[in-house]
């Protein structure tokens, strides 16, 4: 089962829909990516999902069930704007989390103050932003949720305290924790998670397991004799999202069925041809914005 089902979610703002009739299942003790452009309508599906935000229709459901305020004791969420008390140390803010949440662990709190360098006695508006936002993760991770929702739980932090809040996450799923977090950081998520969604305009454009994604997206790429090549077919080949010409050289974006398609710009004269791998960042501007991916293309139909 699930431990959180979005079905056919909506959310109308005035006359545009922030989210359109997403249905996702983020499945238990795994790490879930939800990426997409400014706007597209990560941080209100979390919303949703927390009952901070009534969806126009559809249904968000926890562990098969509609929220209830139990699920709040064993769930975490780190907002991407910050919710700290400008004028609380860091210490206070810990022990303010300590009475609100039974499953506390004062030790892990300690654990992760030392991890990433907070200074108890500092007030939230002395610190930087990337402070700022480790204490968030800290305050989440310290009463040790099963569910965790993080909208951009690196943003502001140097490589070293990013890495640390991966491991965090990747550490979290593999003791069980479901853990679903949105970012810009694509290779991050390249890394934690396990599925994905990409959203445009409120809409899902790609759903998946990051490694079934990765696997069927490959660029089919043939070396020619000359530049004055030419190849028939590939046009109307739905497979196909992309075909870049470059002088002696043709590259497909395709979405299955590279091995064919390789051996058939091989039987239309190609001298070589190769298969690669694209990465997540290739998969999501592919996903998102297909013409600005790459330079010289020519959109296939
Ligand atoms: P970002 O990556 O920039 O954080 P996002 O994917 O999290 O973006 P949302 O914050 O969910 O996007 O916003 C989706 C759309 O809904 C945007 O067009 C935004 O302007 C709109 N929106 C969000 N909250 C409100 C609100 N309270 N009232 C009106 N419109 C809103």
């Known amino acids: 089962m699930s431990t959180i089902s979005i079905q056919h979610l909506t959310k109308i703002y005035g006359r545009s829909a922030a989210v359109d009739d997403v249905c996702i299942e983020i499945?238990?003790?795994?790490?879930?990516?939800?990426?997409?452009?400014?706007?597209?309508?990560?941080?209100?599906?979390?919303?949703?999902?927390?009952?901070?935000?009534?969806?126009?229709?559809?249904?968000?459901?926890i562990d098969g069930a509609p929220l209830v305020p139990a699920v709040f004791e064993r769930l975490a969420y780190v907002p991407e704007r910050s919710v700290l008390y400008e004028w609380m140390t860091a210490g206070e803010h810990m022990e303010a989390q300590r009475r609100s949440f039974k499953r506390y662990d004062p030790a892990r709190a300690t654990?992760?103050?030392?991890?990433?360098?907070?200074?108890?006695?500092k007030r939230v508006r002395a610190m930087s932003k990337g402070m700022q936002t480790?204490?968030?993760?800290?305050?989440?991770?310290a009463s040790r949720p099963e569910i965790l929702v993080l909208d951009e739980p690196t943003s502001g932090l140097d490589p070293v305290n990013q890495r640390a809040v991966l491991k965090l996450i990747i550490d979290a799923a593999a003791q069980g924790a479901t853990v679903v977090l949105s970012s810009h950081q694509i290779g991050q998520v390249e890394r934690a998670a396990e599925h994905i969604a990409i959203l445009q305009d409120g809409k899902v454009v790609l759903n998946g397991a990051v490694d079934d994604l990765k696997y069927q997206r490959k660029i089919v790429e043939g070396i020619f004799e000359s530049d004055a090549f030419s190849v028939n077919g590939f046009e109307r080949d739905a497979r196909i999202s992309r075909v870049e010409k470059t002088g002696r050289i043709l590259r497909l974006t395709v979405s299955d069925g590279s091995d064919g398609l390789a051996a058939g710009l091989v039987s239309q004269g190609a001298q070589s041809v190769r298969i690669v791998d694209l990465n997540l960042e290739d998969i999501f501007l592919n996903a998102v914005a297909p013409s600005q991916s790459t330079a010289d293309v020519v959109e296939a139909s």
């Not at 003790?29 to 939800?34: H, N, P, Q, R, T």
């Not at 654990?111 to 006695?121: G, M, P, T």
């Not at 480790?134 to 991770?141: E, G």
């Open 111 to 121: 654990e992760l103050f030392a991890l990433f360098n907070l200074d108890a006695r």
């Open 134 to 141: 480790a204490l968030a993760i800290v305050l989440a991770f």
């Open 27 to 61: 499945p238990k003790g795994s790490v879930f990516g939800l990426l997409g452009p400014n706007g597209a309508g990560k941080t209100t599906t979390f919303k949703c999902i927390l009952g901070l935000a009534r969806p126009s229709s559809g249904t968000t459901l």
